[in-house]
């Protein structure tokens, strides 16, 4: 039987997740971003998969750098280009 504990400590880590790719969605959209490893942490914890607490970490900070890497602001608009 799974414990209260691990219930909520699955769905803190679900929120974690999806809060990062709601972030990192647009840079996602632009093929800036893989999603590959996002969606393979939701479904492992879909069908049950337990990940190890380093391919957490390792996914969490993978999601970090690249939030910061996609709201990093761009250069001025020098005129060059169009929409």
Same mark, same amino acid.
């Given at each position: 039987?799974?414990?209260?504990?691990?219930?909520e400590a699955g769905?803190?880590? *679900?929120?974690? =997740?999806?809060?990062?790719?709601?972030? @990192? %969605?647009?840079?996602?959209?632009? #093929? *800036?971003?893989? =999603?590959?490893?996002?969606?393979?942490? @939701? %479904?492992?914890?879909?069908?049950? #998969?337990?990940?190890?607490?380093?391919?957490?970490?390792?996914?969490? %900070?993978?999601?970090?750098?690249?939030?910061?890497?996609?709201?990093?602001?761009?250069?001025?608009?020098?005129?060059?280009?169009?929409?």
């Amino acid at each position: 039987m799974v414990s209260e504990a691990t219930i909520e400590a699955g769905v803190i880590l *679900a929120e974690q =997740i999806v809060s990062a790719i709601i972030k @990192i %969605a647009p840079a996602v959209q632009k #093929g *800036a971003v893989s =999603i590959e490893p996002y969606v393979m942490a @939701i %479904a492992g914890m879909i069908t049950g #998969g337990n990940a190890t607490q380093e391919q957490v970490d390792a996914l969490l %900070a993978q999601l970090e750098t690249d939030s910061a890497d996609f709201q990093t602001p761009l250069p001025p608009d020098d005129g060059t280009t169009t929409t």
